[in-house]
């Protein structure tokens, strides 16, 4: 793919860089933003990633973070650094819909919790980025907005539900972002759009203020996280030592302190990969840039073992997923979004299957004694392994397919058509056992796509899995960036 820049300008640095670049006076927070607003008018056309626009109130805060710089002020980490962020999440006094109808003209008053760390360390929101219906796919479009296209090949999907942010990422239109994860939402649109995401460990980050449902529900659901999304992994692990943290219920009582990695360099390192599985099958070259990654790994004198598996298959974690994550999706304010993926499916197959209907709290239970059975291996798998890796997803991006409900979408892997869903069955471990997962690319597939690698680690072991992302970032070549169409459309 050809260039529209360098590591070297605006658009493709990372917010540490920017950052750094606004503290020492080589440019100012007003110069960048009016750069990341030029460059969404002149190529979001094509894209339609950032939906909405702050220009107003985002111009004032870059002025009052450049007085604040010249007047030796304290400044925050990411001082005056301009970005998007997904519009799930509420965001003061700018329109927040979740890509839901309903919400169209809904204007928070307050951030959500993330938002609000992130301008707590000085960043500076200055635009909202696309998503499906409630975050509810694995694609980004909506009726509110229309549909969200990948940097990489428009015709292609970016991912979702965070596939806004990514694409946004992509484009250089922001160095970083806010993205939620239930079903693979922050992993996918990374592994798509060829950008950097993590799913943090259960728990940490406090979803207060993510608009997954109707603004004020306060329930957080099984299996939802919120995490950052960036092109580099320092921007990443900044973002999350940010938005980590006791909820509002806990924080009298108790403060989180991640364990530092054990793994001082590569040759310290004990890698699994599991890259190909008769329950998720995977396309060969998607495999062969897996493989060759792990093996970059193993040059650089990492152990890399290609047989070790915790001691269930993945047809079971899969199963397991599937009947948790339409769980956690269950509840009424949810109720559009699982008709819009099963329809009616009451006497079908499908509709009898457990996994996509309604489920007795005993029957949950006793999917909930199954995953935790299958976290105590994992923890048992781990202290023989630092990470797993995992392929994020069978194929590089697929073409848009927008037909309801989505359980009759089908989509190409190899030789083969696959269900729609089956595209998150490499989801499935991390997600159903609250572990957590970096996404790096590794390289372009012979499509020209992007194509990630997963890397797993064990529960609260998320500096683990960064330090991997970290090691193999520096040691695989950069994909360079997408080459985008000018298209002078404004928001």
């Known amino acids: 793919?050809?260039?529209?820049?360098?590591?070297?300008?605006?658009?493709?640095?990372?917010?540490?860089?920017?950052?750094?670049?606004?503290?020492?006076?080589?440019?100012?927070?007003?110069?960048?933003?009016?750069?990341?607003?030029?460059r969404v008018e002149r190529?979001?056309?094509?894209?339609?990633?950032?939906?909405?626009?702050?220009?107003?109130?985002?111009?004032?805060?870059?002025?009052?973070?450049?007085?604040a710089v010249v007047s030796g002020a304290k400044l925050g980490p990411l001082h005056g650094v301009p970005m998007t962020v997904k519009d799930s999440y509420a965001t003061a006094g700018l329109r927040t819909t979740s890509g839901a109808p309903q919400l169209a003209d809904y204007v928070p008053e307050e951030d959500a919790w993330a938002v609000a760390a992130m301008r707590g360390a000085g960043a500076i929101v200055y635009g909202k980025t696309n998503l499906p219906i409630w975050a509810g796919d694995?694609?980004?479009?909506?009726?509110?907005?229309?549909?969200?296209?990948?940097?990489?090949?428009?015709?292609?999907?970016?991912?979702?539900?965070?596939?806004?942010?990514?694409?946004?990422?992509?484009?250089?239109?922001?160095?970083?972002?806010?993205?939620?994860?239930?079903?693979?939402?922050?992993?996918?649109?990374a592994h798509m759009c060829g950008v950097l995401g993590h799913k943090p460990s259960y728990g940490i980050v406090p979803g207060h203020g993510h608009v997954s449902g109707p603004?004020?529900?306060?329930?957080?659901?099984?299996?939802?996280?919120?995490?950052?999304?960036?092109?580099?992994?320092?921007?990443?692990?900044?973002?999350?030592?940010?938005?980590?943290?006791?909820?509002?219920?806990?924080?009298?009582?108790?403060?989180?302190d991640l364990p530092s990695s054990p793994v001082a360099g590569v040759s310290e390192l004990r890698v699994a990969t599991w890259f190909d599985d008769p329950a998720a099958p995977v396309e060969s070259d998607t495999v062969a840039l897996l493989e060759a990654a792990a093996k970059t790994l193993a040059d650089a004198g990492a152990i890399v073992d290609n047989e070790a598996r915790p001691p269930f298959t993945l047809e079971k974690v899969v199963e397991t997923f599937g009947k948790l994550?339409?769980?956690?999706?269950?509840?009424?304010?949810?109720?559009?979004?699982?008709?819009?993926?099963?329809?009616?499916?009451?006497?079908?197959?499908?509709?009898?299957?457990?996994?996509?209907?309604?489920?007795?709290?005993?029957?949950?239970?006793?999917?909930?004694?199954?995953?935790?059975?299958?976290?105590?291996?994992?923890?048992?798998?781990?202290?023989?392994?630092?990470?797993?890796?995992?392929?994020?997803?069978?194929?590089?991006?697929?073409?848009?397919?927008?037909?309801?409900?989505?359980?009759?979408?089908?989509?190409?892997v190899g030789d083969s058509e696959v269900q729609y869903m089956e595209l998150t069955n490499w989801m499935a471990p991390a997600g159903s056992c609250y572990l957590p997962a970096t996404v790096v690319p590794v390289g372009l597939g012979?499509?020209?796509l992007p194509v990630g690698i997963q890397i797993v680690g064990p529960f609260l072991g998320d500096l683990t899995t960064l330090a991997v992302a970290s090691m193999l970032s520096e040691m695989l070549p950069s994909l360079g960036v997408p080459v985008l169409a000018e298209e002078g459309a404004t928001k």
């Open 43 to 67: 190529f979001d056309g094509a894209i339609n990633a950032v939906v909405t626009l702050d220009e107003e109130r985002a111009r004032a805060a870059a002025a009052t973070a450049d007085a």
């Open 446 to 448: 012979v499509d020209g």
């Open 138 to 189: 694995f694609q980004s479009f909506n009726e509110v907005f229309g549909t969200t296209n990948n940097p990489w090949d428009v015709s292609r999907t970016p991912g979702g539900s965070s596939g806004g942010s990514a694409a946004a990422l992509a484009a250089g239109f922001t160095p970083i972002e806010l993205g939620s994860d239930i079903g693979g939402s922050i992993r996918l649109p």
């Open 215 to 256: 603004p004020g529900t306060l329930s957080m659901a099984d299996l939802a996280v919120y995490g950052p999304m960036a092109r580099s992994v320092d921007d990443l692990k900044l973002q999350l030592s940010l938005m980590a943290g006791p909820d509002v219920w806990s924080k009298p009582a108790w403060q989180l």
């Open 325 to 412: 994550l339409m769980a956690a999706l269950s509840g009424g304010h949810t109720r559009e979004s699982i008709e819009k993926f099963a329809g009616d499916q009451s006497d079908t197959p499908l509709g009898r299957d457990r996994r996509y209907s309604s489920m007795r709290h005993r029957e949950w239970l006793s999917t909930n004694e199954r995953r935790l059975q299958m976290r105590r291996e994992f923890a048992r798998f781990f202290d023989d392994w630092d990470v797993l890796l995992l392929p994020v997803m069978a194929r590089t991006a697929f073409p848009h397919d927008h037909h309801f409900p989505q359980t009759t979408r089908l989509v190409d």
């Open 1 to 38: 793919m050809g260039s529209t820049g360098n590591s070297d300008d605006l658009s493709y640095a990372s917010a540490t860089a920017v950052a750094d670049m606004i503290r020492t006076k080589k440019v100012s927070s007003s110069e960048v933003l009016e750069h990341f607003l030029a």
